[in-house]
């Protein structure tokens, strides 16, 4: 059985660079997926899942809630290891309701916990800004994914908190800190 991981993060939370740490920490029992990396590489793969996935992204639409959870189940499914770390999913309901769906019927993938990498709007402001990677690195394009982000979040905690597996971990202290908190965290889940 494969024990799945979300963790889900305001932007400039943290939330990937933590579980790539914790995953490369730990290669030898836990590896880190990112949904859009998924998609990308099913897009590649050339299969039908991935042809369609290419159809919707080279038209700048998103891909439906069904392909991507059928796309995350395949690789959980087809990893070498038997904890999965995603980190950024869910974004919304209806992608939470999915995967919960999805996961009812699915007897060798158990949802362990989902854990929140919890930041001020300030400090992820700070964080995004000041790393100016990109052209998407500004306060316009900021403020339109925390809105994305902030919508949907107090469901997605309620539902994940009636179900007994969210866990917080404040993200305004040192790398090192949430990591090792983090990765305690998790593999005492196991």
């Known amino acids: ?57 080279s038209q700048g639409r998103i891909v439906p809630i069904e392909i991507a959870v059928e796309t995350i189940v395949k690789a959980i499914k087809a990893a070498d290891t038997p904890v999965i770390i995603i980190d950024g999913y869910p974004r919304s309901i209806e992608q939470m309701d999915q995967l919960n769906q999805y996961l009812q019927h699915e007897t060798s993938i158990r949802l362990n916990s989902v854990i929140e990498v919890s930041v001020s709007e300030k400090v992820a402001r700070e964080r995004v800004l000041g790393r100016a990677r990109g052209a998407d690195d500004n306060h316009e394009v900021f403020d339109n994914r925390m809105r994305i982000y902030m919508e949907p979040l107090s469901d997605i905690r309620t539902f994940y908190t009636q179900n007994d597996c969210l866990h917080t971990f404040n993200g305004e202290r040192s790398i090192e800190a949430i990591v090792d908190d983090m990765e305690r965290y998790i593999l005492g889940r196991l």
């Open 1 to 57: 059985m494969k024990e799945l991981f979300l963790i889900i993060g305001a932007p400039g939370s943290g939330k990937t660079t933590d579980a790539e740490l914790i995953a490369k920490r730990n290669s030898t029992h836990i590896t880190h997926f990112s949904t859009g990396e998924l998609l990308r590489a099913e897009a590649a793969s050339g299969s039908e899942q991935g042809k369609a996935i290419e159809h919707y992204i």
